[in-house]
């Protein structure tokens, strides 16, 4: 595969079995034990996926991954998060705030190495549209992580924009609040499926009068009509 994983985590033990198994499955990994070296290694270099631990000894492991998930040139590197923390909150914190995975020590480094194949294939699978357009006036770049409303970058949570790409890119179809749900946690049913009604919400009011190109669909979810 040949493809570049980072791994941070403060514990020595853990960098290394997570090093040893990936790289027999082909990957090659850079270990890091803070965030301040594993930064300074993102300034050379661009991992095809980050496994970052949220206990570090010299930064909050949500903070880091909230930054890197507002940045242009590191917004769309997935992240699988690792911690001892289990509590559902920390989950969903974890998630709401840009990460594609989330797996709890102690973990099994089979378990390990199917979430980060499949957080990889999601990725691949993902079209490569350069802008998607709605209206004319609603330009979507999913690459570079933006969103621009006659001119203006607008900004918008993580989860926003992956609902908002969701529907923009099957124009006309109905979306249902289950499969939208499964496409942002991958099946975890972490959160109620009202929650999205939230975010669509917050959606139409950022995007202002261009929020009425999301269509509600009585009972059902939500599409994108022009």
């Given at each position: 595969?040949?493809?570049?994983?980072?791994?941070?985590?403060?514990?020595?033990?853990?960098?290394?079995?997570?090093?040893?198994?990936l790289?027999?499955?082909?990957?090659?990994?850079?270990?890091?034990?803070?965030?301040?070296?594993?930064?300074?290694?993102?300034?050379?270099?661009?991992?095809?996926?980050?496994?970052?631990?949220?206990?570090?000894?010299?930064?909050?492991?949500?903070?880091?991954?909230k930054?890197?998930?507002?940045?242009?040139?590191?917004?769309?590197?997935?992240?699988?998060?690792?911690?001892?923390?289990?509590?559902?909150?920390?989950?969903?914190?974890g998630?709401?705030?840009?990460?594609?995975?989330?797996?709890?020590?102690?973990?099994?480094?089979?378990e390990?190495?199917?979430r980060?194949?499949?957080?990889?294939?999601?990725?691949?699978?993902?079209?490569?549209?350069?802008?998607?357009?709605?209206?004319?006036?609603?330009?979507?770049?999913?690459n570079?992580?933006?969103?621009?409303?006659s001119?203006?970058?607008?900004?918008?949570?993580?989860?926003?924009?992956?609902?908002l790409?969701?529907?923009a890119?099957?124009?006309?179809?109905v979306f249902?609040?289950?499969?939208i749900?499964?496409?942002?946690?991958?099946?975890?049913?972490?959160v109620?499926?009202?929650?999205?009604?939230?975010?669509?919400?917050?959606?139409?009011?950022?995007l202002?009068?261009?929020?009425?190109?999301?269509?509600?669909?009585?009972?059902?979810?939500?599409?994108?009509?022009?």
């Amino acid at each position: 595969m040949g493809k570049i994983i980072v791994v941070v985590d403060d514990e020595v033990d853990i960098v290394e079995l997570i090093s040893v198994n990936l790289g027999k499955v082909g990957f090659k990994v850079e270990g890091f034990y803070n965030a301040g070296d594993f930064l300074n290694f993102l300034k050379k270099r661009t991992p095809d996926l980050i496994i970052l631990d949220l206990m570090l000894p010299d930064a909050d492991g949500f903070e880091v991954c909230k930054y890197l998930k507002s940045e242009e040139k590191y917004g769309n590197i997935p992240i699988i998060m690792v911690t001892a923390k289990g509590e559902e909150v920390d989950k969903i914190l974890g998630l709401e705030i840009g990460a594609d995975d989330y797996i709890t020590k102690p973990f099994s480094t089979r378990e390990l190495i199917a979430r980060v194949k499949a957080v990889l294939r999601r990725f691949e699978k993902e079209d490569k549209f350069e802008v998607i357009k709605i209206g004319g006036n609603v330009e979507i770049l999913p690459n570079k992580y933006k969103v621009i409303v006659s001119g203006k970058e607008i900004e918008l949570t993580s989860t926003e924009f992956k609902i908002l790409v969701l529907l923009a890119k099957r124009k006309g179809w109905v979306f249902s609040r289950d499969q939208i749900l499964n496409y942002l946690y991958e099946g975890e049913r972490l959160v109620f499926d009202r929650t999205i009604d939230v975010h669509i919400a917050h959606l139409r009011e950022k995007l202002g009068k261009y929020g009425g190109f999301i269509k509600s669909v009585r009972g059902i979810g939500y599409k994108i009509e022009e």
